[in-house]
């Protein structure tokens, strides 16, 4: 074994805590049952350590094995998808005698979990399950819920304890399109944006400018129309935008205009409620279309970033 | 706001009998009507006057008794007046429309699954649904269902219900002779199919016309701000605002409700003259919720499709539907439908 290799080895197996030595070197799978049989662990660390490098010596192991034993430790406890299903059914079970808990694996590490709700005394109702999707790797799950309210914090319960995380929190994001929510959340919307070149000239890209014929006839406002399509575009971008339904604003702001309610302290209660088949396209064609100022409002344009579509907004 | 008096009060009742005049009570979208069939140029007057709709029903008028129309749905029409139509005759009328509905349902032309034929017509009036003494008499028409057994639940299930009111329709009034009863404003609830049957039977008993009564962005607006200038003591609703924004590919729509005693508190600010409503106040109105809008959204509001307004009072909707929810105002909202009503016939 080289001189380097051993001492990686070494400086590695150091920095695991005594009380994770069995677990992770068990999960590395190099040293065999005997040969960690063979080691006493109560030892001062030191001593552990050089007899482990010494054990590693015999099996010749290469940087390639010591690599992988450095990945183990980062990832000391790897999401043990088998566990996370157990966990998850027995709290739910605990809870609730009758509930019908599926799961089916997808790529991209993620689960579908199917809930069908019963209580203590009736069956579980299989005509209005909960779909839940979990990503494992990323702390996010999408979840459907037509349920009665009872039971969601029970679910929330089910998925922390399960993916063993601290805190769970519904997020202000809604819609009807899974792809739509992951976009957003993953920050995959400009996937497609791989062939835009910065100097292609506006008049190409476009949409709404005709190209004239006749010299003789000009866009009267010309310039600012290309003002608001060059901002249009710098806020949503040339990719397709992710497809959300609808955007709710609970407004709690102060009315200000010239000298109407102007004595009054308390602000104007209003919800607004924009809805759309796909309401990120129809805001981005407003300002092109006159309808809007461009910029658009950042109440709007912030619902991708933000991850939310249900704001509550007061004066500051 | 002060309960309907005097009728010397209103604008509409001076008119003289010449119907030149009777467009003194005229919004100002008839006003320039006129003025272009006359073809004289139109001068702007002074924003028209027009009294908000809030008086209280008459006295004979039992609550109980008009409960039923409200929180409805109602498809409103515009209906010309009829020809040689008797208030003593509706026992009559109930047995002929009857029969033509069943003759109708039966030639296969109104086909419902499990259709039953077993119905029964019934004409009454509506006492005290009208502006003044001279507005023709309200009536009803409810098609129900006849029970198979005869002694429990005489009166069967209704399936189907029209009225047909005139609140403070002089204009319509002076136009026409003896012969013709006017009421203008009729309002179905019930299958499509049985409106189209009742429709034709009416158009062929008395010579008369429906016509969808649709309601523009200019007029719900004025809605809005009228019922908004009501005085309610409890509020049941938001006040709220249904528009629609032409822009492709994708439709897009933008509803915005604003708590009740906020809306009215923007009207109080807003308003000026005691007891009534103008053409200024309506539009500023507006403009604070559009300039309150665009504050937050950089959207202008004022340039797309004001679509449905919904208040405690009513609530009215552009296809031409209407729910009537507080029976203090009734005769208030029926009285602005009337007048939409009879802009549409003329």
Redesign the interface.
């Known amino acids: 074994m080289d001189e380097t290799v051993a001492e990686f080895i070494k400086r590695t197996i150091l920095k695991i805590p005594m009380s994770q030595m069995t677990t992770i070197l068990k999960a590395w799978e190099f040293l065999s049952e005997n040969q960690l049989q063979t080691v006493n662990f109560r030892q001062r660390k030191e001593s552990v350590v050089q007899h482990l490098v010494e054990l590693c010596e015999e099996k010749h192991a290469s940087l390639n094995d010591a690599a992988l034993l450095d990945i183990i430790c980062e990832d000391v406890d790897p999401f043990d998808m088998k566990q996370f299903k157990s966990s998850f059914k027995k709290v739910l079970q605990r809870a609730l005698k009758n509930v019908t808990v599926s799961f089916r694996d997808t790529e991209e590490n993620a689960v579908w979990i199917r809930i069908a709700w019963g209580t203590q005394y009736t069956k579980p109702n299989q005509y209005k399950p909960t779909y839940v999707v979990y990503y494992s790797q990323t702390p996010y799950a999408f979840t459907s819920l037509s349920t009665l309210k009872s039971n969601i914090p029970l679910l929330g319960q089910a998925l922390k304890i399960a993916s063993k995380h601290q805190e769970i929190v519904k997020m202000d994001l809604r819609s009807r399109y899974l792809d739509s929510l992951k976009a957003i959340v993953f920050k995959q919307y400009n996937q497609n944006f791989e062939t835009h070149n910065p100097t292609t000239p506006l008049q190409e890209r476009s949409v709404g400018l005709h190209v004239n014929m006749d010299s003789r006839i000009i866009h009267e406002n010309a310039m600012e129309k290309e003002r608001v399509q060059r901002i249009t575009q710098e806020t949503f971008g040339d990719y397709p935008q992710p497809q959300i339904e609808f955007a709710q604003?609970k407004?709690e702001?102060k009315?200000?205009?010239g000298s109407?309610?102007a004595e009054?302290e308390?602000p104007?209660?209003?919800?607004?409620?924009?809805?759309?088949?796909?309401?990120l396209?129809?805001?981005k064609?407003?300002a092109p279309?006159?309808?809007?100022?461009a910029?658009?409002?950042p109440?709007?344009t912030c619902i991708p970033n933000k991850k939310m579509n249900y704001f509550k907004?007061r004066d500051k | 706001m002060d309960s309907y008096d005097a009728p010397q009060s209103t604008p509409r009742q001076s008119a003289s009998s010449r119907p030149e005049n009777c467009f003194i009570g005229a919004t100002p979208l008839q006003k320039r009507l006129e003025s272009v069939r006359k073809q004289t140029p139109f001068v702007p007057t002074p924003p028209r006057r027009k009294i908000p709709q809030c008086s209280q029903l008459q006295e004979d008028v039992d609550p109980q008794k008009v409960a039923f129309l409200l929180h409805k749905q109602w498809t409103l029409y515009s209906l010309t007046p009829l020809y040689k139509f008797s208030y003593t005759h509706l026992k009559e009328y109930s047995r002929l429309l009857s029969a033509f509905i069943v003759a109708e349902k039966q030639k296969g032309l109104a086909v419902e699954v499990g259709e039953d034929f077993n119905i029964k017509v019934i004409f009454s009036t509506l006492l005290g649904m009208k502006g003044t003494q001279k507005d023709s008499e309200a009536f009803l028409v409810q098609i129900l269902s006849k029970s198979q057994l005869p002694s429990e639940n005489r009166e069967g299930k209704v399936l189907w219900t029209g009225w047909f009111c005139c609140i403070f329709g002089d204009s319509l009034l002076e136009t026409v002779s003896e012969d013709f009863t006017c009421l203008p404003l009729f309002l179905a609830n019930g299958a499509e199919s049985n409106t189209a049957i009742i429709g034709t039977w009416f158009e062929k008993t008395f010579d008369c016309n429906f016509s969808p009564l649709a309601i523009n962005a200019f007029n719900l607006s004025w809605m809005a701000a009228m019922w908004t200038a009501c005085k309610m003591d409890r509020y049941m609703a938001?006040t709220e605002f249904l528009w629609s924004?032409?822009?492709?590919?994708?439709?897009?729509?933008?509803?915005?409700?604003?708590?009740p005693e906020?809306a009215k508190?923007?009207w109080d600010?807003?308003h000026k003259t005691p007891g009534e409503v103008t053409q200024e106040e309506v539009d500023?109105f507006m403009d604070?919720l559009y300039?309150?809008?665009h504050?937050?959204?950089?959207?202008?509001l004022s340039?797309?499709r004001l679509v449905r307004v919904s208040t405690s009072v009513a609530s009215a909707h552009t296809d031409g539907r209407i729910k009537i929810l507080c029976h203090k105002y009734l005769i208030g909202v029926l009285a602005y439908l009337t007048e939409l009503a009879i802009f549409q016939i003329e």
């Open positions: 604003y407004l702001t009315f200000k205009n109407i309610l009054r308390e104007l209660r209003c919800l607004i409620k924009f809805s759309s088949p796909h309401l396209e129809a805001l064609s407003l279309a006159g309808i809007a100022d910029p658009l409002s109440l709007l907004i | 938001a924004v032409p822009c492709s590919p994708q439709s897009l729509d933008i509803s915005y409700a604003i708590h906020d508190a923007l600010s807003v500023l604070c300039s309150h809008f504050r937050h959204f950089k959207i202008h340039a797309t």
